[in-house]
């Protein structure tokens, strides 16, 4: 059976299974912290995507956001979905290269592309540029002009677009880091510098209104506005986009407040939406991109961790302190973010008591769940966070030197260890002595 609409089963004995394999084995293998993935979840999330775009008859690429959870076994899954993949520095890019993903799949995205990234990729003829600010316009094409290279681009835009989220990773708003912003001409400068450019092949526009977004009218506005500029470029210059970029963001269930749209719904959305425009300005459907990223890897992982100490305060609340915290989940304290969880070994026990999940953090605001009902609580109990694989990993840090979880791929009934869990000495590999 499901456990609380999470896409998990629980087995004869009441534990927490995910693919098929016991929770509380995983965590005695492998110890806690533990971040663990269902990579058919994975392969699922990648493919209704991908497959209602081809259901529709668009020619479209997916190409998952890499900054949610960049692992070489990761990008190597999304790799034999035939996605394309999103990264956003150098190291993403490295781990991308490692992995084998095709170069000509990759795109690099960020506000603030050093001339060492931008040469990297170029020198490893990537697939695309997502230009954010005109300091990268003269970058690239130095670059370009050194090497006599040319390379594909797309040209980021800010839509004025607000999103409902958190305002931290709201991003299409007009007061935002990213992008050209449309409402006052610097769109339409950059494209006077991009269009019929010498070694820069400008595809067309990007655009990202935020994360965890759960209705397709805020991508639809957006996509108007986008158009709204389009049309005009094309009364002026007779420009048509070979390529049209809305971003990514939709959101998935953290907890039974969030009631998200199935994913072929956002894709059919925005294919409806730009067909509409298309048809109006008699212009060739352009080639639909989107980024998802928390929609492929957030519902496939949990996180797995060990009950130490309880502090009861009466009248107050119950505190249940486990073996990680915001080193491994940094979500809860940096805006708030919402989870549920289980009990991995009592999933079916009676609900008899509601406690709040503490991290072990020398912080305050180490708290990953307020009140979060559970059965009778011992010492050794293994909790089993839902929804953590998105930007779980890929956010996790050595506050208080505590070393990265390791992270576990399960699939057909298997388990793989597929990032080591570091050591101590590796926290301390590239300290330096002063004496």
């Excluded at 990761?74 to 890019?93: A, F, I, R, T």
């Excluded at 935020?210 to 991508?219: V, W």
């Excluded at 089993?384 to 057909?412: D, I, L, Q």
């Amino acid at each position: 059976m499901l456990i609380d609409n999470h896409p998990f089963q629980v087995n004869k004995q009441g534990h927490l299974e995910i693919g098929g394999l016991d929770t509380t084995i995983l965590a005695e293998k492998y110890g806690t912290p533990l971040y663990v993935y269902d990579v058919s979840i994975i392969r699922d999330n990648c493919r209704a995507f991908v497959n209602t775009f081809d259901d529709l008859g668009v020619k479209a690429r997916v190409a998952y956001a890499s900054k949610a959870f960049s692992s070489i076994a990761m990008l190597q899954v999304v790799k034999q979905e035939g996605l394309c993949l999103d990264v956003v520095s150098e190291g993403e890019l490295y781990t991308a290269l490692q992995a084998g993903f095709p170069k000509e799949r990759i795109h690099l995205h960020g506000n603030n592309k050093s001339s060492r990234e931008l040469s990297m990729a170029i020198e490893h003829n990537i697939g695309c540029i997502v230009v954010d600010n005109f300091y990268e316009i003269d970058l690239i094409t130095g670059i370009l002009e050194e090497h006599n290279k040319e390379i594909d681009v797309l040209m980021r835009v800010t839509p004025g677009i607000e999103s409902k989220t958190h305002q931290y990773i709201m991003t299409g708003n007009e007061d935002s880091k990213f992008g050209f912003n449309l409402q006052n001409g610097q769109a339409d400068e950059a494209f006077k510098l991009l269009h019929n450019h010498k070694s820069i092949r400008f595809k067309g526009l990007h655009c990202h209104i935020g994360s965890q977004i759960f209705e397709t009218d805020r991508f639809i506005k957006a996509t108007s506005v986008l158009f709204e500029e389009i049309s005009k470029w094309n009364k002026l210059f007779g420009y048509t986009p070979e390529v049209l970029n809305l971003g990514g963001g939709f959101g998935i269930r953290y907890t039974k407040e969030d009631s998200p749209a199935p994913y072929q719904s956002y894709a059919e959305a925005l294919v409806q939406a730009v067909q509409q425009h298309v048809e109006e300005l008699n212009i060739p459907m352009p080639e639909i991109w989107i980024e998802p990223g928390r929609s492929i890897a957030g519902n496939a992982g949990i996180t797995l961790y060990t009950i130490g100490s309880m502090k009861d305060i009466p009248g107050i609340r119950k505190y249940v302190s486990v073996d990680g915290g915001m080193t491994d989940n940094l979500r809860p304290a940096l805006y708030q973010a919402e989870y549920e969880a289980v009990l991995a070994n009592k999933a079916m026990d009676p609900v008899t008591n509601e406690v709040s999940i503490a991290g072990k953090c020398c912080e305050s605001g180490d708290m990953l769940i307020w009140d979060l009902p559970v059965p009778h609580v011992d010492h050794g109990d293994i909790l089993a966070v839902f929804s953590t694989g998105a930007y779980g990993y890929s956010m996790a840090n050595h506050y208080n030197r505590f070393p990265n979880a390791a992270v576990v791929f399960v699939e057909k009934g298997e388990d793989k260890l597929v990032v080591k869990r570091e050591t101590y000495q590796d926290v301390v590999t590239n300290d330096l002595s002063y004496e």
